[in-house]
């Protein structure tokens, strides 16, 4: 069975500091990779969608990366502003489903 | 472009009661998923669809059942409610199962009592 696993549970920065999450994976027979952002009270927003054969992704601020063998993925969030303040989540896809990880909740003070 | 709709947003219901949790998409997915998400734990799926009259059961189906008579429209049904229960439910879809991001709705907030 896939088990995601997302440390630190939580993560308080202040703004402007650059930042990494992390992501990890036990089955590294994965089609994907994504990242979610979920705001309180909301659903999830994918930010950043990794295939099997890329190495990583970039949008805006953000970039993620993907190392199967290792089963590891990081997004990295550069400049953090208070607006980035939400939970993080990562999720693999094996078969027709997805693995979601239990998230990471992100506060950047001003 | 309203994307994944899912009604209604909050519910109170009673132990042996029943309903039926209500999602649409309009962007002509194929994949479509029920999620239900416990505090402090990931999403847990509970059922899937790859197409009209296709669906099939994820990690933790019972207690539930989905049908899929249309591309559009896959509802979540709870026979018996159980305290268990008590969660947020979301839906999300997808074109494609490999090659495609995931879209979620805003979710259903149940308290089973």
């Known amino acids: 069975k896939q088990e995601v696993t997302q440390i630190p549970a939580a993560l308080s920065v202040p703004e402007g500091e650059n930042l990494v999450l992390n992501c990890s994976f036990t089955?590294?027979?994965?089609?994907?990779l994504q990242w979610f952002r979920q705001d309180p009270g909301k659903g999830l927003t994918s930010l950043l969608l990794?295939?099997?054969?890329?190495r990583e992704q970039t949008s805006g601020r953000l970039n993620a990366s993907l190392d199967k063998s290792s089963g590891r993925s990081t997004l990295y969030i550069a400049a953090s502003q208070p607006g980035d303040s939400a939970t993080y989540l990562c999720a693999v896809m094996k078969g027709n489903q997805f693995y979601f990880g239990t998230g990471t909740s992100l506060t950047v003070i001003p | 472009n309203a994307g994944v709709t899912q009604t209604p947003k909050f519910r109170i219901l009673k132990i042996g009661q029943s309903m039926t949790l209500q999602c649409a998409q309009d962007?002509?997915?194929?994949?479509m998923y029920w999620y239900r998400q416990d505090p402090g734990m990931g999403l847990k799926l509970i059922y899937y669809?790859?197409?009209?009259?296709?669906?099939d059961k994820g990690e933790v189906p019972n207690g539930y059942n989905v049908s899929r008579s249309t591309t559009e429209d896959f509802p979540l049904r709870l026979e018996l409610a159980a305290p268990s229960q008590t969660s947020v439910y979301f839906c999300?879809?997808?074109?494609?199962?490999?090659?495609?991001?995931?879209?979620f709705g805003s979710g259903t907030q149940l308290s089973v009592l």
């Open positions: 089955d590294s027979a994965i089609y994907n």
């Open positions: 999300a879809s997808s074109l494609d199962r490999v090659g495609e991001k995931l879209f």
């Open positions: 962007m002509n997915h194929n994949y």
């Open positions: 990794i295939q099997s054969s890329q």
């Open positions: 669809s790859v197409g009209a009259g296709i669906t």
